[in-house]
Nanobody
Framework: QVQLVESGGGLVQPGGSLRLSCAAS????????MAWYRQAPGKQRELVAS???????NYADSVKGRFTISRDNAKTTVYLQMNSLKPEDTAVYYC??????????????WGQGTQVTVSS
């Protein structure tokens, strides 16, 4: 059983900051890439940022220079530091991870989502 538990969402004014966290737990042998996605009402889910086990990062053009993705030393928790937030960043943010469990079976796992609302 693997779980991804997100925290850190909320309501913030334009220009403000939030930090999202996502912790993986359970019968995990290894975690490869971890990522944050978001889905706004009426829109498709989109990739926000990703980070490999080697700490190589990738960002959507819309968040470059404002958001930073990182991982802890144990590589089981991923963070998303969001600065200079805009109303168009409002969405449900989901954590995603490629995880190997027993017998090195790899699967994609998702968190439950955390709401981020940017509004004055």
């Amino acid at each position: 059983q693997v779980q991804l538990v997100e925290s850190g969402g909320g309501l913030v004014q334009p220009g403000g900051s939030l930090r999202l966290s996502c912790a993986a737990s359970g019968s995990i042998l290894r975690i490869n890439a971890m990522a944050w996605y978001r889905q706004a009402p009426g829109k498709q889910r989109e990739l926000v940022a990703s980070i490999t086990v080697g700490l190589r990062t990738n960002y959507a053009d819309s968040v470059k220079g404002r958001f930073t993705i990182s991982r802890d030393n144990a590589k089981t928790t991923v963070y998303l530091q969001m600065n200079s937030l805009k109303p168009e960043d409002t969405a449900v943010y989901y954590c995603n991870a490629e995880i190997a469990t027993g017998s090195w079976y790899w699967s994609d796992y998702w968190g439950q989502g955390t709401q981020v609302t940017v509004s004055s």
